[in-house]
């Protein structure tokens, strides 16, 4: 059985960030934003349930991808209802090809198909019950362009290789 605390700072990240990516391509309210970010952190949070493995972190990982390639993730295709966005609008919105990796202590994410993968969130397993500490994911080099507000990024930013 898993407990939602345990998944909050990852499930935080992942609804973050795609509400940032709304917010710079999109002509929303903040109040909007919020209820978006607020339902998709509860949607991911409930389809995570039974799929956390804080002791085998990769386990479950292809169930907790969030995927948009030519079709909306109907996760935040549910989020985006609450505040009236259709799929077309959400495509709009968002970038054409994302995938979003949200596993215990790790949240990542590609932009297009040979994009680099870029951490947004990561902790250190706990040792000896101590809570993880979290990883600044604004301090991150590779997420500077989502915090400047950039919609992609740069042309040869999709070229790099990620090892």
Same mark, same amino acid.
């Given at each position: ?16 960030? =795609? ?6 391509? &999109? ?5 909007? $934003?919020?209820?978006?970010?607020? &339902? ?19 386990? &479950? ?19 985006? &209802? ?15 090809? $994302? ?19 870029? =951490? $947004? ?5 706990? =040792? ?32 790099? =290789?990620?090892?």
């Amino acid at each position: 059985m898993t407990h939602d605390a345990e998944m909050i700072p990852e499930v935080s990240a992942a609804a973050g960030f =795609v509400c940032r990516l709304l917010r710079s391509r &999109g002509r929303l309210s903040d109040a909007q $934003l919020h209820v978006f970010r607020d &339902g998709l952190a509860q949607a991911l949070s409930e389809h995570y349930q039974h799929h956390w493995f804080p002791d085998r972190p990769q386990k &479950g990982s292809g169930y907790r991808c969030i995927r948009i390639n030519h079709e909306m993730d109907p996760l935040i295709g549910r989020a985006a &209802g609450h505040i009236g966005l259709t799929s077309g609008q959400l495509f709009s919105l968002l970038p054409r090809e $994302l995938t979003l990796w949200v596993d215990p202590y790790e949240v990542s994410y590609r932009i297009g198909e040979d994009g680099s993968i870029c =951490v $947004l969130y990561e902790a250190e397993p706990p =040792v000896s019950g101590h809570a993880p500490s979290a990883y600044d994911h604004t301090a991150n080099c590779k997420n500077r362009f989502m915090m400047s507000g950039r919609t992609s990024p740069p042309k040869n930013y999709l070229m790099m =290789v990620s090892s």
